[in-house]
C-alpha cells in the first residue's frame, strides 16, 4: 500500500473514485495551499490502527510486548514510510 496526495477540491469533486482508489492505495492525503489537511483512509489501514492503539492500551512496559506486536509496528511504519 502507499501514500496518494489529492488536493482538497479533486477529493470533494471525485469522492466517489476517491472510495475506489482509497482501497488500492491504503492512504489518501488530501492537501490544501501545499499542505496535508486530512487523510483519508481504507478499512484495512483503519483495522491496522485500531489494532495497534489496542496493542498500546494494553503494553504496561516494552518487555510486555511480542513478537507480533513488533511486526505489526514494523508493517505499519513501513507503509507510511514510502509516500507516493
Do not use: W
Not at 38 to 60: C, D, H, N, Q, T
Not at 63 to 68: F, K, S, W
Amino acid at each position: 500500500m502507499s501514500t496518494v496526495e489529492v488536493q482538497a477540491t479533486q477529493f470533494a469533486r471525485n469522492f466517489p473514485q476517491m472510495r475506489e482508489d482509497v482501497r488500492e492505495h491504503g492512504v489518501i492525503a488530501v492537501c490544501s495551499h501545499k499542505r496535508m489537511v486530512g487523510a483519508f483512509i481504507s478499512p484495512a489501514v483503519m483495522e491496522e490502527l485500531e489494532l495497534l492503539r489496542r496493542r498500546k492500551r494494553e503494553l504496561l512496559r516494552i518487555e510486555d510486548a511480542d513478537e507480533a506486536f513488533f511486526e505489526a509496528l514494523d508493517d505499519a511504519v513501513a507503509a507510511y514510510e514510502d509516500p507516493v
